[in-house]
């Protein structure tokens, strides 16, 4: 290999994942720059409700990164710190709260992948480091089909990123290597305590991407304001309670309804931000009122740049969701999918689609077809 081509820049977050992605690269000879982002400051973005403890606050990033520069120095390797916090805000978090705010349900993983990851991190990555790839310690591959390299599940379906990665392009998936594609997450601990990594036992971070674990309703009360309004049955029209923003909700819910001793019982099955109403269905009519068969998509994104003919796909609308046959077909720049009944598919969530284990692409649920009701 070239010095250009032995050169790649690797996320480093403080994880377990990342740093053994490190130890990998650097034994397969590659020259592995560590770079740690921040892209999240809770003085800067008004991040005071919500958080689980004080330890939740700003320190995090600090132990973040002493535990990724412990690893780099451990291994051997240089490492850098960059800050998208304005870029993350702009491409990332404004879309989150305005689609809070129209009731959906957004991902922010996926674009905080998209737009801050292989996006700002890569173009920087090159910029700076004059690196032919990058490395990131996702779960899953990419995998060269038919001379397309497509993305691929990790071999840990358990553990498998596809999909957040599904708005990526194809000049994208070509720049990135995912080290620990190929490994369960109990290789990656084991290879991690093996090789001494400081952070060999530590828990995977959870919640927002790179804001963390959150209270999610007080969360967004930093940047929503609440309005009360009436939670209504469906079916009777009759006012069981009072919800605190119809926004903090999502669809099949069933907990923290502010119902007293009806909310076990009881699922969100619809929101009306025009009417700031809060509709609900008993448990016994729950599979009549959540169920849908098809749904409408936009802004879809197909990785490898064209449309397969192939109509028969499996479709995934949650991570870790098992994945569920169906059907395509494309009209303009729509996507419409029908599918077996699956429960509490909402607006504003991201329908993914697979063929095998190639990873087609995803995008944004609009609308819902016609359900039981």
């Not at 390299?149 to 957040?164: P, R, S």
């Not at 099949?252 to 019982?265: I, T, Y």
Request: aromatic share 12%.
């Amino acid at each position: 290999m070239s010095n250009f081509d032995k050169r790649i820049v690797l996320g480093m977050s403080g994880g377990v994942d990342s740093s053994v992605c490190a130890y990998l690269l650097k034994q397969q000879g590659y020259e592995v720059i560590g770079l740690f982002m921040q892209n999240w400051d809770e003085c800067v973005n008004n991040d005071v409700l919500g958080h689980i403890s004080n330890e939740d606050k700003t320190c995090n990033v600090y132990k973040d990164f002493s535990d990724a520069k412990a690893v780099a120095d451990k291994l051997g390797i240089e490492i850098h710190k960059v800050d998208f916090i304005k870029e993350y805000w702009d491409e990332v978090f404004t879309y989150v709260i305005k689609e809070y705010k129209e009731g959906a349900t957004p991902n922010p993983d996926v674009l905080c992948n998209k737009y801050i990851k292989f996006r700002e991190f890569l173009n920087y990555a090159k910029e700076k480091f004059n690196c032919s790839k990058i490395a990131m310690g996702h779960y899953a591959n990419v995998t060269k089909i038919d001379g397309v390299n497509c993305l691929t599940k990790a071999v840990d379906e358990n553990k498998d990123q596809t999909y957040f990665l599904c708005w990526l392009d194809q000049e994208q998936v070509d720049a990135v290597t995912f080290p620990i594609g190929n490994l369960t997450k109990d290789e990656v601990r084991r290879i991690a305590q093996e090789q001494g990594l400081v952070n060999w036992d530590k828990k995977d971070s959870t919640g927002i991407c790179f804001i963390g674990e959150r209270k999610f309703k007080e969360f967004l009360k930093n940047y929503i304001t609440p309005t009360t309004g009436r939670i209504l049955d469906v079916i009777s029209n009759k006012r069981l309670g009072t919800h605190d923003g119809v926004m903090f909700y999502t669809i099949g819910q069933n907990r923290d309804l502010n119902m007293g001793g009806n909310s076990d019982k009881y699922f969100v099955c619809e929101k009306d931000i025009s009417t700031n109403t809060l509709w609900v269905v008993e448990k016994k009519f729950k599979d009549k009122y959540l169920t849908s068969t098809s749904c409408t998509v936009v802004e879809f994104n197909w990785i490898n740049g064209f449309v397969p003919t192939n109509d028969e796909v499996q479709i995934r609308f949650r991570h870790r969701q098992p994945l569920i046959n169906g059907r395509f077909s494309v009209k303009s720049d729509k996507v419409f999918l029908e599918y077996a009944p699956t429960l509490s598919v909402a607006k504003g969530q991201f329908a993914v689609l697979y063929q095998g284990n190639i990873c087609l692409g995803g995008g944004i649920i609009k609308k819902l077809g016609i359900t039981n009701h």
